[in-house]
């Protein structure tokens, strides 16, 4: 049996219990948003004790060697036993600071944000940050949809209007001040992939990171074809539709198709079946093509499984579910890989 100290009190986990379950049951608040092991909103630091390496899936090397972990996947064995040390994240160095520099309106209920890039700061564009709002500690994950030349950091907000981050990102005064924790996610362009098809696939915002991977691998000098899908209800949704038709006027291996729900999303026809008819159903075999995969988490999570069953590898398929608080999931991204 697996027992943690945190903070002053020792728990004992349960059979099949998460670490993050172990303290909710007992009364502890710590942050949570996805549980799923995405979004990495629950990271706590073990100082010892055994961690299972799954639950430190998609940190990066700094944060491994530090004892980061995410306690929602954290599962440690029934029959191991041992007490794991536990803090809340405290390292000096894990954030960066940072402030708000520009904004401009993609379309109506999506902006994008400029934050601008701290000195050192190194990312690969289409993996994410958390923003961390000063005033009170409120954080979020985003993805960077530019190139690491600039300097400063772009995001593509949608506005939600209930939320508590996306209107304050997209309404706060300019030089408002903000951290950043990370960045995470293997959604980006992979060298020594040159010559192989890219499948690139965004419902909504999940653009941000797949724009990301597009100029990275053209930038790169891509070989390859490049099909990139980008889906929304309506066709007022679809946004930076001229930077793509100019990429791909330039070109001669990359494909965009906008796709946009018939009656505006009201008929029958949903997200992923529009995305799947478009970019799925009209193939043989997806063995040997590089997929990505970015938005709404329930399309990303069944277009992953299709992907799959359609023969791509499954370390071939970079998946990124935007999933936030009670994210609706229907395939359980953990049953499909990430
Ligand atoms: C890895 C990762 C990368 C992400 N990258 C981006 C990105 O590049 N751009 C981006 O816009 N978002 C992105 N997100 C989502 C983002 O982190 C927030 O969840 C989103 O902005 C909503 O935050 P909020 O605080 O405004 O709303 P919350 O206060 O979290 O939510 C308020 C209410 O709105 C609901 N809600 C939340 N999101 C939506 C939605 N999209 N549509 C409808 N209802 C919703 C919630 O369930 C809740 O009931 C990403 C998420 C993850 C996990």
């Not at 990171?209 to 930038?219: D, M, Q, S």
């Not at 074809?225 to 291996?253: F, M, T, V």
């Not at 008819?277 to 009209?282: E, F, T």
């Amino acid at each position: 049996m697996t027992s943690i100290r945190f903070e002053g009190h020792r728990y004992e986990l349960a059979s099949g219990e998460s670490v993050l379950e172990c303290l909710e049951r007992n009364g502890r608040e710590t942050a949570s948003r996805c549980r799923t092991g995405v979004c990495q909103s629950c990271l706590l630091k073990c100082r010892s004790g055994d961690i299972p390496t799954k639950s430190q899936h998609g940190l990066k090397a700094s944060w491994l060697q530090a004892g980061y972990f995410l306690p929602c996947v954290c599962r440690p064995d029934a029959s191991a036993a041992g007490t794991l040390d536990l803090v809340r994240p405290d390292d000096v160095g894990l954030d960066v600071t940072s402030r708000i520099v520009a904004r401009r309106t993609l379309v109506d209920g999506i902006v994008e944000v400029h934050v601008a890039k701290p000195e050192g700061f190194e990312f690969l564009p289409g993996q994410f940050v958390h923003l961390i709002r000063e005033e009170d500690e409120l954080s979020r994950p985003y993805s960077i949809a530019n190139q690491p030349d600039e300097d400063c950091l772009r995001f593509h907000v949608r506005i939600v209007p209930t939320g508590a981050m996306s209107p304050w990102l997209a309404s706060a005064p300019l030089d408002s001040p903000l951290r950043l924790r990370g960045p995470s996610g293997d959604c980006c362009y992979q060298s020594g992939t040159s010559q192989e098809e890219l499948l690139l696939i965004a419902t909504g915002t999940g653009l941000a990171p797949i724009f990301g991977v597009l100029e990275a691998a053209l930038h790169a000098g891509h070989q390859g074809p490049i099909q990139l899908y980008h889906g929304a209800a309506r066709r007022g949704d679809l946004y930076l539709k001229e930077e793509l038709q100019r990429l791909e006027e330039s070109h001669s291996n990359l494909s965009i198709h906008p796709c946009v729900l018939p009656d505006g999303g009201r008929g029958e026809m949903s997200l992923t079946q529009m995305l799947s008819d478009a970019a799925l159903s009209g193939r043989t075999s997806l063995k040997g093509v590089r997929v990505y995969l970015a938005g709404n988490p329930d399309t990303v999570s069944r277009l992953k499984k299709q992907a799959y069953l359609a023969g791509a590898d499954l370390s071939s398929i970079h998946a990124d579910p935007f999933l936030g608080s009670g994210s609706a999931v229907t395939t359980p991204v953990s049953a499909t890989a990430r």
